[in-house]
């Protein structure tokens, strides 16, 4: 993982205009993964995203943590079944062909 891809949680937390403590939340909750750099926390870019849509949830619509890691919870079981039936489908093609 290069620095380049690590954003200060500082930054974060200015620029979304949200307290520190929701990153910590949402890394208890291991919703989030923080590095940690010469005393410093970053988020890699790529959680970035994530980070954007939980705030929503909990400041627009005052979802509290734990429906926060529910619902991702769940969006990630949607991810793996949707994976399962690709495989499968992709599996259930290779016998309709003969």
Known sequence: MENRDLIPVKLI???????????????E????ELTIKKDDFF???TQLKEVEKMARLHYDLEINMEGIDAIYNLLEQVENL????????????LYEDF
């Open 82 to 93: 949707k994976q399962e039936i690709r495989t499968l489908n992709n599996r259930l093609r």
């Open 29 to 32: 909750f291991q919703l989030i």
């Open 43 to 45: 988020i890699h870019r």
């Open 13 to 27: 937390c200015k620029h979304y205009k949200i307290p520190s403590s929701f990153i910590n939340t949402l890394q």
